[in-house]
C-alpha cells in the first residue's frame, strides 16, 4: 500500500529535494506541495494526504497553527503530521507535540531517516526526536504557564496494565520493547496501547505520551 506524502514547505528547492526523495521510494508518493500554511491545510482537505511533512515557519500561517487546524478537523483524522525544520529547540518539540504533530525531525536527518520517519508515522507510530523529547514535554509542563489542566480523572477509564502500558509508552517503548518488558505478545502490547488511545481520545502515541505528562503518569527523568 502506497504511503501518500503532502509537503509543506515555503522554499521550492527543499520541497523539489523532498520530492525527488520520496518519489524514489516504492512505497512512497508525493501528492502535493504547499507553500503557505494555509495551502497546507486546504491541500491535506483535498488530497487526505497519509502523512504531512510540516515545516514550521511558513507565510500566512505558520506550520504549528496548520497543524492544529489539520488535527482538529475530523474529517482529517487518518492524516499525520511530521514536523521537519532547521529549528530544532526544546520550545518547538513541545508545541509542536501539543500542536497535535505525530513526530519532530530536523531538516538535517539523513535521507533513510527521513523515509523511515514517513513509514512509522503513517503506521500510527510517534517519532519523537530528539530522544530527550519525553523529557523535554515534563520540563515544559512542569513551567506553570505552560502546564494545562489535566488530572488523574482522565485516567480513571484505564485499567491498571493500561496505564502501565502508558507509563512505558511516555518512555519511548516501541510496542515490542513493551511486550518483552511485561512478557506478553507484541499483539498483545499494541492491543493495550490501542485501548489507551481510544478511551483517552488519543490521535497516536505521540499524543498518548502528551497526556502521561499532563496527568501526572509520567516524569522527567532525573
Known amino acids: 500500500m502506497t504511503i501518500r506524502v503532502l509537503l509543506a514547505d515555503d522554499q521550492n528547492l527543499i520541497r523539489a529535494g523532498f520530492r525527488v526523495l520520496i518519489d524514489a521510494a516504492p512505497d512512497l508518493e508525493v501528492v502535493g506541495e504547499a507553500a503557505t500554511g494555509r495551502e497546507a491545510v486546504e491541500l491535506a482537505r483535498r488530497t487526505r494526504a497519509d502523512v504531512v511533512l510540516m515545516d514550521i515557519r511558513m507565510p500566512e500561517l505558520d506550520g504549528l497553527a496548520a497543524t492544529r487546524e489539520i488535527t482538529a478537523d475530523e474529517d482529517l483524522a487518518g492524516v499525520r503530521v511530521l514536523i521537519l525544520t532547521t529549528f530544532e529547540i526544546d520550545e518547538y518539540v513541545f508545541k509542536a507535540l501539543r500542536a497535535g504533530a505525530s513526530g519532530f525531525l530536523g531538516k538535517g536527518v539523513e535521507p533513510v531517516e527521513l523515509l523511515a520517519a514517513i513509514r512509522t508515522v503513517a503506521g500510527g507510530e510517534a517519532l519523537l526526536s530528539p530522544k530527550a523529547t519525553q523529557g523535554l514535554i515534563a520540563r515544559f509542563m512542569a513551567s506553570p504557564e505552560d502546564r494545562p489542566a489535566a488530572t488523574t480523572a482522565q485516567l480513571d477509564a484505564l485499567t491498571g496494565r493500561e496505564r502501565e502500558v502508558l507509563g512505558l509508552v511516555a518512555t519511548g517503548l516501541s510496542n515490542d520493547d513493551i511486550a518483552e518488558r511485561l512478557y506478553v505478545s507484541t499483539s498483545t502490547a499494541k492491543t493495550h496501547v490501542n485501548r489507551a488511545m481510544t478511551k483517552l481520545g ?12 499532563q496527568t501526572g503518569l509520567a516524569r522527567a527523568p532525573q
Open 202 to 213: 488519543a490521535r497516536d502515541r505521540a499524543q498518548l505520551v502528551v497526556i502521561a505528562y
